[in-house]
Nanobody, 128 residues
Framework: QVHLVESGGGSVQAGGSLNLSCAVS????????MAWFRQVPGKEREGVAA???????SYYVDSVKGRFTISQDIAKQKMYLRMNLKPEDTAMYYC??????????????????????WGQGTQVTVSS
């Protein structure tokens, strides 16, 4: 079981930035596909970005392209999400680690929460 811990959430005004971190308990070379998700109470969880931990190939949903950047630091065993924010980005953000095939296949956007490992989340609030 991979242990994941998110940090870096907070409250910012629209147009501001936050950099989320996800600390991973194993080498990223063994972490498969890693992704960031977000969820607002009463709404379905949404995948926003993914990275193939071995190759560094990255993937985004259309709503965050050009505003969010996913990255990784192999030596620090961390994944990051740099965000330039709008009010509609307000949500709890989670990181996940799972099968490497989820990234290249695009399945990461449909990732069932019972598969792989998940962190506890970090709250992001964006005011207008």
């Amino acid at each position: 079981q991979v242990h994941l811990v998110e940090s870096g959430g907070g409250s910012v005004q629209a147009g501001g930035s936050l950099n989320l971190s996800c600390a991973v308990s194993i080498s990223l070379y063994n972490a498969g596909c890693m992704a960031w998700f977000r969820q607002v109470p009463g709404k379905e969880r949404e995948g926003v970005a993914a990275i193939h931990a071995g190759s560094g190939r990255s993937y985004y949903v259309d709503s965050v392209k050009g505003r969010f950047t996913i990255s990784q630091d192999i030596a620090k065993q961390k994944m990051y999400l740099r965000m330039n924010l709008k009010p509609e980005d307000t949500a709890m953000y989670y990181c996940a680690s799972g099968p490497s095939t989820y990234c290249d296949s695009g399945y990461w956007t449909s990732w069932p929460k019972g598969i792989g490992s998940w962190g506890q989340g970090t709250q992001v609030t964006v005011s207008s």
